[in-house]
């Protein structure tokens, strides 16, 4: 029989085995247990040229005159502006339901912020003693366990109830390090009272969605949206949407190529550390994003733990460029992409700190 200590340290190291599978079946999931690439294709009636990727304007460095001319007439239907959690995701024979996920769509933007349920437990059990303060604060493993995550912002463009998401700002784009994603991340919404399901656009041998996500509803509807962007060097996008809020913002610089593309970050941080390269898996995690309730604009979910319990504009980096943007948040300076019409009806969708520039 096992003693207290013993099972503790079992239990310990079941919970970081479990937040180190999770980007693989994260992965599992999303691609219908690795199909989707056969799945999407023109004889089956499921055609798409490069420009239906979602990393296609960042690849070739256009995402904001792409993003200007698409989102004049393509935004989603009403019922989807908000924020909303994701209870279940389910594909490829696996299901995911311990994620602390939220996804904020306004008429313009969204930003979506995945992280595991047990990150925190995983990495008190890897350090064993006070949490890490900073990245350079942070061990391999730790390191490890901070790679399974994953976030991304962008442009939603809608037909009807279906959506093809392209990406200004996300986690697993790093060329040379991280192969490009291969298929759209296109998708169809269905409606219900307080909640809605998003399925795969391209379906498998049996005519079924191959992966499906279930979204309840988050904060308040018809709260109001804004949609900021990044006026400086450093891309950025804050939403605020169902009286919540939410940001995602680039890393400062592009991770140094290695040679090979990993199917996700995780996987590149790993390859990175087994290689010595502590820096390069450090890069890889110093994209930042997380989100909170606009009611106290405290970040309550980050990427980084650290960033947690902050005003989300101490939690914002400078984003350079000083000079230029429509709205200050601490130090980080935004043109503005979508707002209401009143003044007063914007700044009140903002933190009080909020300045116009």
């Not at 291969?182 to 041998?205: G, L, M, Q, Y």
């Amino acid at each position: 029989m096992l003693s207290g200590r013993a099972m503790r340290r079992a239990l310990s190291a079941s919970v970081v085995d479990d937040v180190l599978a999770w980007s693989a079946l994260q992965g599992h999931i999303l691609s219908g247990g690795g199909r989707a690439e056969t799945f999407y294709s023109a004889s089956r009636g499921f055609p798409f040229a490069d420009a239906d990727l979602p990393h296609h304007p960042l690849r070739r460095g256009t995402t904001r005159d792409a993003f200007d001319a698409r989102r004049r007439d393509r935004g989603p239907p009403a019922w989807v502006v908000g924020a909303w959690e994701r209870p279940a995701f389910v594909g490829g024979g696996a299901a995911a339901t311990r994620d602390r996920v939220r996804n904020l769509i306004t008429n313009t933007l969204f930003v979506d912020v995945r992280t595991p349920v047990d990150r925190d437990a995983a990495l008190a059990a890897a350090r064993r003693g006070a949490p890490p303060a900073h990245l350079a604060d942070c061990g391999d493993l730790e390191l490890r366990l901070l790679a399974r995550q994953h976030a991304f912002a962008g442009f939603g463009d809608w037909d009807d109830a279906t959506c093809a998401r392209h990406h200004c700002v996300d986690w697993n784009f790093a060329p040379g390090r991280v192969a490009p994603r291969r298929v759209p991340n296109r998708w169809r919404a269905e409606r219900f009272e307080k909640s809605w399901t998003e399925w795969s656009h391209a379906t498998d041998d049996f005519g079924q969605s191959y992966y499906s996500e279930l979204w309840r509803r988050l904060g308040t509807p018809d709260a109001g949206a804004v949609a900021l962007r990044s006026a400086g060097h450093r891309d950025a996008v804050v939403v605020v949407a169902g009286g919540c809020f939410a940001y995602a913002v680039a890393r400062p610089a592009a991770p140094a190529p290695a040679g090979e593309d990993a199917a996700h970050v995780a996987a590149a941080v790993d390859a990175a550390l087994a290689a010595g390269d502590v820096a390069g898996a450090r890069g890889l995690l110093s994209l930042e994003a997380g989100a909170g309730d606009a009611a106290t604009w405290t970040v309550s979910a980050a990427l980084h733990p650290w960033d947690e319990g902050k005003p989300l504009t101490a939690a914002l980096p400078d984003l350079g460029g000083a000079a230029g943007g429509d709205v200050a948040l601490g130090d980080a300076r935004f043109d503005v992409v979508e707002r209401p019409d009143d003044d007063a009806a914007f700044f009140a969708l903002l933190p009080p700190e909020a300045a116009r520039l």
